[in-house]
């Protein structure tokens, strides 16, 4: 079993940047395919980005490409979300999570969760 925790969200004005970071437990972080998730209010969760094992190749969903990057750092267990160029719609609940597979973009292919850091972009 695994268990991640988020942190870095936090209020930030339109444009700004923040990082994300998500750290797991355990010994097997590096047998995990790492994404990160978002929820908005009344909106289904949506696919932001994911990470390869060795974080040697990655994939964004087409609303934060050229804004967002995702790594990771295997030996610190942790995943990393750099966000730049906030904007007001990118408020979410944030969420990281595990999957066996590459390349997968739906909730029901991540196996592990945590329990969300929330980000707001004000404008």
């Known amino acids: 079993q695994v268990q991640l925790v988020e942190s870095g969200g936090g209020l930030v004005q339109a444009g700004d940047s923040l990082r994300l970071s998500c750290t797991a437990s355990?010994?097997?972080?590096?047998?995990?395919?790492m994404g990160w998730f978002r929820q908005a209010p009344g909106k289904e969760r949506e696919f932001v980005a994911a990470?390869?094992?060795?974080?040697?190749?990655?994939y964004y969903g087409d609303s934060v490409k050229g804004r967002f990057t995702i790594s990771r750092d295997n030996a610190k267990n942790t995943v990393y979300l750099q966000m730049n160029s906030l904007k007001p719609e990118d408020t979410a609940d944030y969420y990281c999570?595990?999957?066996?597979?590459?390349?997968?973009?739906?909730?029901?292919?991540?196996?592990?969760w945590g329990q969300g850091t929330q980000v707001t972009v004000s404008s």
């Open positions: 355990g010994r097997t972080f590096r047998n995990y395919v």
């Open positions: 990470i390869d094992w060795n974080g040697d190749s990655t």
């Open positions: 999570a595990t999957s066996k597979k590459y390349y997968y973009t739906a909730t029901t292919k991540f196996d592990y």
